[in-house]
Protein backbone atom coordinates (compact mmCIF):
# COMPACT_ATOMS: atom_id res chain seq x y z
CA UNK A 1 0.00 0.00 0.00
CA UNK A 2 1.06 3.68 -0.88
CA UNK A 3 1.36 5.25 3.05
CA UNK A 4 1.97 8.87 1.20
CA UNK A 5 -0.79 11.36 1.73
CA UNK A 6 -2.99 12.93 -0.85
CA UNK A 7 -2.61 16.46 -1.77
CA UNK A 8 -6.07 16.45 0.14
CA UNK A 9 -5.37 14.52 3.07
CA UNK A 10 -2.45 16.61 4.22
CA UNK A 11 -5.01 19.90 3.93
CA UNK A 12 -7.21 17.81 6.13
CA UNK A 13 -4.33 17.03 8.73
CA UNK A 14 -2.94 20.71 8.32
CA UNK A 15 -6.11 22.73 8.61
CA UNK A 16 -7.27 20.26 11.19
CA UNK A 17 -4.08 21.03 13.48
CA UNK A 18 -4.28 24.54 13.00
CA UNK A 19 -7.83 24.89 14.20
CA UNK A 20 -6.75 22.75 17.53
CA UNK A 21 -3.67 24.75 17.88
CA UNK A 22 -5.34 27.95 17.76
CA UNK A 23 -8.82 27.39 19.25
CA UNK A 24 -8.16 25.04 21.56
CA UNK A 25 -4.53 25.44 22.83
CA UNK A 26 -3.31 23.40 26.51
CA UNK A 27 -4.37 26.23 28.46
CA UNK A 28 -7.91 26.01 27.09
CA UNK A 29 -7.74 22.37 27.95
CA UNK A 30 -6.67 23.21 30.81
CA UNK A 31 -9.30 25.44 31.79
CA UNK A 32 -12.55 23.34 30.37
CA UNK A 33 -11.84 20.02 32.73
CA UNK A 34 -13.57 21.03 35.48
CA UNK A 35 -16.28 22.58 33.67
CA UNK A 36 -19.87 21.20 33.62
CA UNK A 37 -19.66 20.72 29.84
CA UNK A 38 -18.73 18.01 28.26
CA UNK A 39 -17.92 19.71 24.84
CA UNK A 40 -16.76 23.59 24.08
CA UNK A 41 -19.81 24.42 22.03
CA UNK A 42 -17.68 26.99 20.57
CA UNK A 43 -15.06 24.55 19.57
CA UNK A 44 -17.80 22.44 17.72
CA UNK A 45 -19.34 24.59 15.51
CA UNK A 46 -15.69 25.26 14.14
CA UNK A 47 -15.14 21.78 13.85
CA UNK A 48 -18.83 21.44 12.30
CA UNK A 49 -18.11 23.88 10.25
CA UNK A 50 -14.50 22.02 8.93
CA UNK A 51 -16.79 19.17 8.16
CA UNK A 52 -15.28 16.73 10.84
CA UNK A 53 -18.97 15.64 11.79
CA UNK A 54 -19.62 14.47 8.23
CA UNK A 55 -16.41 13.43 7.07
CA UNK A 56 -17.12 9.80 6.46
CA UNK A 57 -20.91 10.28 5.79
CA UNK A 58 -22.50 9.56 2.30
CA UNK A 59 -22.49 12.81 0.34
CA UNK A 60 -26.81 12.90 -0.14
CA UNK A 61 -26.89 13.69 3.57
CA UNK A 62 -24.35 16.43 3.59
CA UNK A 63 -21.39 14.61 4.52
CA UNK A 64 -18.12 14.30 1.96
CA UNK A 65 -17.93 10.39 1.12
CA UNK A 66 -14.36 9.96 2.97
CA UNK A 67 -13.20 6.79 4.79
CA UNK A 68 -11.75 5.59 7.75
CA UNK A 69 -8.29 6.75 6.72
CA UNK A 70 -9.44 10.62 6.85
CA UNK A 71 -11.08 9.97 10.00
CA UNK A 72 -7.90 8.68 10.97
CA UNK A 73 -6.08 12.10 10.44
CA UNK A 74 -8.21 13.87 12.64
CA UNK A 75 -8.25 11.26 15.12
CA UNK A 76 -4.50 11.66 15.67
CA UNK A 77 -4.71 15.51 15.55
CA UNK A 78 -7.20 15.34 18.32
CA UNK A 79 -4.92 13.34 20.44
CA UNK A 80 -2.51 15.60 20.08
CA UNK A 81 -3.73 18.40 21.08
CA UNK A 82 -6.10 16.58 23.99
CA UNK A 83 -8.97 17.40 22.21
CA UNK A 84 -12.46 17.56 23.51
CA UNK A 85 -15.30 16.93 21.82
CA UNK A 86 -17.94 13.83 20.56
CA UNK A 87 -15.72 13.21 16.92
CA UNK A 88 -14.92 9.44 17.33
CA UNK A 89 -18.31 8.33 18.47
CA UNK A 90 -20.56 10.49 16.59
CA UNK A 91 -18.63 9.58 13.52
CA UNK A 92 -18.99 6.17 14.95
CA UNK A 93 -22.42 5.86 14.99
CA UNK A 94 -23.11 8.08 11.54
CA UNK A 95 -21.09 5.28 10.27
CA UNK A 96 -23.23 2.58 11.62
CA UNK A 97 -26.51 4.23 10.88
CA UNK A 98 -25.34 4.91 7.08
CA UNK A 99 -24.94 1.26 6.64
CA UNK A 100 -27.30 -0.29 8.43
CA UNK A 101 -30.52 2.44 9.09
CA UNK A 102 -33.72 2.16 8.12
CA UNK A 103 -34.82 5.26 5.77
CA UNK A 104 -36.18 7.05 8.41
CA UNK A 105 -33.29 6.92 10.56
CA UNK A 106 -30.78 8.05 7.85
CA UNK A 107 -32.88 10.61 6.45
CA UNK A 108 -33.88 12.37 10.29
CA UNK A 109 -30.50 11.62 11.53
CA UNK A 110 -27.54 11.68 9.48
CA UNK A 111 -27.92 14.99 8.03
CA UNK A 112 -28.44 16.59 11.60
CA UNK A 113 -25.31 14.75 12.36
CA UNK A 114 -23.55 16.02 9.03
CA UNK A 115 -24.38 19.54 10.30
CA UNK A 116 -23.03 19.07 14.05
CA UNK A 117 -26.65 20.64 14.86
CA UNK A 118 -26.22 17.39 17.55
CA UNK A 119 -23.71 14.55 18.39
CA UNK A 120 -24.26 10.86 19.26
CA UNK A 121 -22.89 8.61 20.75
CA UNK A 122 -22.20 4.72 21.45
CA UNK A 123 -23.50 2.80 24.65
CA UNK A 124 -21.89 -0.36 23.94
CA UNK A 125 -19.59 -1.36 27.40
CA UNK A 126 -20.67 -2.72 30.42
CA UNK A 127 -19.42 -2.78 33.56
CA UNK A 128 -17.39 -5.55 35.04
CA UNK A 129 -17.54 -7.08 31.23
CA UNK A 130 -14.87 -7.50 28.70
CA UNK A 131 -15.17 -4.91 25.39
CA UNK A 132 -16.54 -7.59 23.46
CA UNK A 133 -19.64 -8.73 22.05
CA UNK A 134 -19.42 -11.46 24.86
CA UNK A 135 -19.46 -8.66 27.12
CA UNK A 136 -22.82 -7.35 26.09
CA UNK A 137 -25.72 -8.05 29.13
CA UNK A 138 -28.35 -5.39 28.28
CA UNK A 139 -31.82 -6.98 26.92
CA UNK A 140 -34.20 -5.59 24.63
CA UNK A 141 -37.70 -7.64 23.83
CA UNK A 142 -40.04 -6.81 21.17
CA UNK A 143 -43.45 -5.36 22.55
CA UNK A 144 -46.02 -4.64 19.92
CA UNK A 145 -44.14 -2.43 17.02
CA UNK A 146 -41.75 -1.36 19.69
CA UNK A 147 -38.61 -2.43 21.61
CA UNK A 148 -37.71 -2.12 25.24
CA UNK A 149 -34.56 -1.54 26.35
CA UNK A 150 -32.82 -2.47 29.64
CA UNK A 151 -29.04 -1.96 30.99
CA UNK A 152 -26.44 -0.48 32.00
CA UNK A 153 -23.63 0.96 30.08
CA UNK A 154 -20.51 2.74 30.46
CA UNK A 155 -17.68 4.78 30.15
CA UNK A 156 -20.21 6.34 27.16
CA UNK A 157 -18.17 9.18 25.72
CA UNK A 158 -19.93 12.80 25.85
CA UNK A 159 -23.50 11.07 26.53
CA UNK A 160 -24.54 13.85 29.02
CA UNK A 161 -25.04 16.15 26.22
CA UNK A 162 -25.95 13.78 23.11
CA UNK A 163 -28.59 13.65 21.50
CA UNK A 164 -28.65 10.20 20.41
CA UNK A 165 -27.39 6.98 21.70
CA UNK A 166 -26.70 4.01 20.02
CA UNK A 167 -27.41 1.27 22.29
CA UNK A 168 -26.35 -1.81 22.21
CA UNK A 169 -28.47 -4.54 23.73
CA UNK A 170 -29.31 -8.94 23.28
CA UNK A 171 -32.49 -8.80 20.94
CA UNK A 172 -33.48 -12.37 20.39
CA UNK A 173 -30.31 -13.51 22.02
CA UNK A 174 -27.97 -11.87 19.21
CA UNK A 175 -26.28 -8.78 19.88
CA UNK A 176 -27.90 -5.77 17.99
CA UNK A 177 -27.94 -2.05 17.91
CA UNK A 178 -30.72 0.02 18.46
CA UNK A 179 -30.73 4.21 18.52
CA UNK A 180 -31.91 5.33 21.30
CA UNK A 181 -33.30 9.35 21.76
CA UNK A 182 -31.31 10.89 24.89
CA UNK A 183 -34.43 12.53 26.00
CA UNK A 184 -36.56 9.25 26.03
CA UNK A 185 -38.42 8.53 29.09
CA UNK A 186 -36.44 5.74 30.87
CA UNK A 187 -32.87 6.93 29.78
CA UNK A 188 -30.14 8.24 32.97
CA UNK A 189 -27.36 9.70 32.29
CA UNK A 190 -24.60 10.41 35.46
CA UNK A 191 -21.16 11.77 34.75
CA UNK A 192 -17.89 9.60 36.26
CA UNK A 193 -14.79 10.48 37.54
CA UNK A 194 -11.80 9.09 35.83
CA UNK A 195 -8.19 9.04 35.02
CA UNK A 196 -8.30 10.96 32.41
CA UNK A 197 -9.56 14.49 32.87
CA UNK A 198 -9.39 15.98 29.17
CA UNK A 199 -12.61 13.33 28.13
CA UNK A 200 -16.09 13.16 29.27
CA UNK A 201 -17.19 9.53 29.97
CA UNK A 202 -20.92 8.75 31.78
CA UNK A 203 -23.05 5.93 32.89
CA UNK A 204 -25.69 5.25 31.24
CA UNK A 205 -28.92 3.60 33.06
CA UNK A 206 -31.87 1.95 30.84
CA UNK A 207 -34.94 1.46 32.64
CA UNK A 208 -37.63 0.09 30.15
CA UNK A 209 -36.89 2.41 27.16
CA UNK A 210 -39.35 2.17 24.43
CA UNK A 211 -37.93 2.80 21.07
CA UNK A 212 -39.69 2.31 17.49
CA UNK A 213 -38.68 -1.24 15.72
CA UNK A 214 -37.26 0.80 12.94
CA UNK A 215 -34.83 2.01 15.18
CA UNK A 216 -33.45 -1.13 15.35
CA UNK A 217 -30.09 -1.17 12.89
CA UNK A 218 -30.04 -3.92 10.38
CA UNK A 219 -26.87 -6.65 10.62
CA UNK A 220 -25.85 -8.90 12.89
CA UNK A 221 -22.78 -9.45 15.15
CA UNK A 222 -20.82 -9.65 12.13
CA UNK A 223 -21.92 -5.61 11.48
CA UNK A 224 -21.37 -4.64 14.95
CA UNK A 225 -17.97 -6.51 15.12
CA UNK A 226 -16.64 -4.31 12.45
CA UNK A 227 -17.91 -1.07 13.68
CA UNK A 228 -15.79 -2.18 16.79
CA UNK A 229 -12.61 -2.83 14.37
CA UNK A 230 -13.60 0.95 12.97
CA UNK A 231 -13.52 2.79 16.53
CA UNK A 232 -10.61 0.70 17.46
CA UNK A 233 -8.36 1.76 14.95
CA UNK A 234 -9.51 5.65 15.22
CA UNK A 235 -8.47 4.81 19.12
CA UNK A 236 -5.36 4.13 17.86
CA UNK A 237 -4.93 7.52 16.25
CA UNK A 238 -5.98 9.08 19.23
CA UNK A 239 -3.49 7.11 20.98
CA UNK A 240 -1.01 7.60 17.81
CA UNK A 241 -0.90 11.92 18.21
CA UNK A 242 -0.05 11.66 22.16
CA UNK A 243 2.27 9.12 21.56
CA UNK A 244 3.93 11.64 19.13
CA UNK A 245 3.36 14.88 21.85
CA UNK A 246 4.73 12.99 24.66
CA UNK A 247 7.87 11.96 22.68
CA UNK A 248 8.10 15.66 21.76
CA UNK A 249 7.82 16.84 25.16
CA UNK A 250 10.76 14.32 26.03
CA UNK A 251 13.27 15.27 23.86
CA UNK A 252 12.53 19.18 24.48
CA UNK A 253 13.35 18.56 27.84
CA UNK A 254 16.07 15.97 27.72
CA UNK A 255 17.75 18.73 25.59
CA UNK A 256 17.33 21.62 27.24
CA UNK A 257 17.96 20.06 31.15
CA UNK A 258 21.80 20.30 31.71
CA UNK A 259 23.20 17.80 33.81
CA UNK A 260 27.13 17.75 34.76
CA UNK A 261 27.64 20.60 32.58
CA UNK A 262 26.29 18.95 29.47
CA UNK A 263 22.53 18.27 28.13
CA UNK A 264 20.70 15.12 29.85
CA UNK A 265 20.08 14.45 25.75
CA UNK A 266 23.72 13.47 25.30
CA UNK A 267 23.58 10.62 27.56
CA UNK A 268 23.80 6.92 25.88
CA UNK A 269 21.14 6.10 27.56
CA UNK A 270 19.07 9.05 27.19
CA UNK A 271 19.75 8.60 23.54
CA UNK A 272 18.62 4.62 23.71
CA UNK A 273 15.28 5.62 25.36
CA UNK A 274 14.12 8.21 23.08
CA UNK A 275 14.95 6.02 19.96
CA UNK A 276 12.95 3.22 21.42
CA UNK A 277 10.13 5.52 22.15
CA UNK A 278 10.60 6.79 18.69
CA UNK A 279 10.28 3.03 17.32
CA UNK A 280 7.45 2.36 19.06
CA UNK A 281 5.54 5.58 17.35
CA UNK A 282 6.72 4.66 13.96
CA UNK A 283 5.25 1.65 14.46
CA UNK A 284 1.78 2.65 15.76
CA UNK A 285 1.70 4.72 12.88
CA UNK A 286 2.54 2.23 10.44
CA UNK A 287 -0.07 -0.91 11.90
CA UNK A 288 -2.99 1.84 12.32
CA UNK A 289 -2.71 3.43 8.85
CA UNK A 290 -2.06 0.01 7.17
CA UNK A 291 -5.29 -0.84 9.61
CA UNK A 292 -7.06 2.11 7.61
CA UNK A 293 -6.37 1.42 4.08
CA UNK A 294 -7.06 -1.87 4.67
CA UNK A 295 -10.50 -1.33 5.63
CA UNK A 296 -10.81 1.56 2.97
CA UNK A 297 -10.14 -1.10 0.46
CA UNK A 298 -12.27 -3.98 1.44
CA UNK A 299 -8.55 -5.98 1.62
CA UNK A 300 -8.97 -9.47 3.24
CA UNK A 301 -7.12 -9.01 6.29
CA UNK A 302 -8.85 -5.75 7.26
CA UNK A 303 -10.09 -7.49 10.65
CA UNK A 304 -6.58 -8.63 11.43
CA UNK A 305 -5.26 -5.58 10.50
CA UNK A 306 -7.64 -3.68 13.14
CA UNK A 307 -6.30 -6.31 15.65
CA UNK A 308 -2.99 -6.08 14.91
CA UNK A 309 -2.91 -2.24 15.11
CA UNK A 310 -5.14 -1.80 18.38
CA UNK A 311 -2.58 -4.66 20.17
CA UNK A 312 0.05 -3.01 18.75
CA UNK A 313 -0.58 0.43 20.37
CA UNK A 314 -2.31 -0.40 23.74
CA UNK A 315 0.92 -1.91 24.36
CA UNK A 316 3.37 0.48 22.68
CA UNK A 317 0.91 3.73 24.42
CA UNK A 318 1.96 2.14 28.30
CA UNK A 319 5.88 1.76 27.04
CA UNK A 320 6.31 5.25 25.38
CA UNK A 321 4.03 7.02 28.38
CA UNK A 322 6.88 5.08 31.00
CA UNK A 323 9.62 5.94 28.96
CA UNK A 324 8.38 9.98 28.96
CA UNK A 325 8.04 9.97 32.61
CA UNK A 326 11.48 8.67 33.61
CA UNK A 327 13.18 10.63 31.40
CA UNK A 328 11.11 13.47 32.87
CA UNK A 329 11.36 12.63 36.43
CA UNK A 330 9.20 13.61 39.16
CA UNK A 331 8.31 17.19 37.42
CA UNK A 332 6.82 15.30 34.69
CA UNK A 333 4.05 14.03 37.31
CA UNK A 334 3.41 17.64 38.80
CA UNK A 335 -0.09 19.40 37.66
CA UNK A 336 1.57 22.30 36.51
CA UNK A 337 3.16 20.02 33.60
CA UNK A 338 1.64 18.89 30.35
CA UNK A 339 2.75 15.43 30.41
CA UNK A 340 0.78 14.69 33.02
CA UNK A 341 -2.20 15.30 31.04
CA UNK A 342 -0.70 12.77 28.32
CA UNK A 343 -0.05 10.52 30.67
CA UNK A 344 -3.91 10.10 31.67
CA UNK A 345 -4.93 9.90 28.37
CA UNK A 346 -2.59 7.40 27.14
CA UNK A 347 -3.58 5.27 30.27
CA UNK A 348 -7.20 5.56 29.45
CA UNK A 349 -6.85 5.21 25.55
CA UNK A 350 -4.86 1.79 26.52
CA UNK A 351 -8.21 0.17 27.73
CA UNK A 352 -11.24 1.80 25.75
CA UNK A 353 -12.29 -0.31 22.93
CA UNK A 354 -10.33 -2.96 25.01
CA UNK A 355 -6.90 -3.71 26.37
CA UNK A 356 -4.00 -6.00 24.85
CA UNK A 357 -5.20 -9.13 25.81
CA UNK A 358 -8.85 -8.66 24.52
CA UNK A 359 -7.38 -7.37 20.75
CA UNK A 360 -4.52 -10.00 21.18
CA UNK A 361 -7.23 -12.90 21.81
CA UNK A 362 -9.17 -11.97 18.70
CA UNK A 363 -6.35 -11.74 16.20
CA UNK A 364 -5.23 -15.13 17.19
CA UNK A 365 -9.10 -16.52 16.70
CA UNK A 366 -8.51 -14.68 13.58
CA UNK A 367 -5.63 -16.43 12.33
CA UNK A 368 -6.99 -19.99 13.59
CA UNK A 369 -9.79 -19.40 11.52
CA UNK A 370 -7.78 -18.04 8.10
CA UNK A 371 -5.21 -21.03 8.64
CA UNK A 372 -8.04 -24.15 9.10
CA UNK A 373 -9.90 -22.02 5.43
CA UNK A 374 -6.24 -22.63 3.88
Same mark, same amino acid.
Given at each position: ????????????????????????????????????????????????????????????????????????????????????????????????????????????????????????? =????????? =???????????????????????????????????????????????????????????????????????????????????????????????????????????????????????????????????????????????????????????????????????????????????????????????????????????? =????????????????????????????????????????
Amino acid at each position: MNFELSEEQAMLRGASRDLLSDRAPIALVRASMDGAEDVDPELWRLTSDLGWPGLALPEEYGGSGQGLVELALVAEEIGRALGRGPFLPTTAVGRAIAYGGSERLRGEVLPSLAAGDGWAT =WAFAEPHAP =WTLDGIHATARTDGNEAVLDGVKTVVQDAGGARWLLVTARHVGEPTSFLVDRAARGVTVRRQRVLDATRAFHEVRLDAVRVPLDARLDGGPADIQALLDETSVLRCADALGVMERMLELTVEHTTSRVQFGRPVGSFQAVKHACADMALLVHGTRAATYYAAMAADAGADDAARAACAAASYATAGTGEVAARALQLHGGIGFT =WEHDLHLYLRRARADRVLNGDTAVHRDRLCTLLQRSSASA
